[in-house]
Nanobody, 114 residues
């Protein structure tokens, strides 16, 4: 059974930083590409970051990284803005295919106060 479990969300003031973690189990982690997405209240879920790209709204502020030994992907978020407030989800897709993200975590809330 594949599980993706996010952690590290919370309440932070504008200009602050947070690091999100996503621990994966039940899949060959090194064979999967990982991404981060977010969904703000009343909005559709949107792409945030993958190894090869970032949303324009987070470029230069967010950094994705992974530790294959720990089966974990991270999202370092800096210079946070109130508009970054959302539930953040990690997702996994098979690297060898062009298929979309197959597995999703349950999400972690990030709230940025002004």
């Amino acid at each position: 059974q594949v599980q993706l479990v996010e952690s590290g969300g919370g309440l932070v003031q504008a200009g602050g930083s947070l690091r999100l973690s996503c621990a994966a189990s039940g899949l060959p982690f090194s064979s999967y590409s990982m991404g981060w997405f977010r969904q703000a209240p009343g909005k559709e879920r949107e792409f945030v970051a993958s190894r090869t790209s970032y949303a324009d709204s987070v470029k230069g502020r967010f950094t994705i990284s992974r530790d294959n030994a720990k089966n974990t992907v991270y999202l370092q978020m800096s210079s946070l803005k109130p508009e970054d407030t959302a539930v953040y989800y990690c997702a996994a897709r098979e690297s060898a295919t062009n298929r979309g993200y197959k597995y999703w975590g349950q999400g972690t809330q990030v709230t940025v106060s002004s």
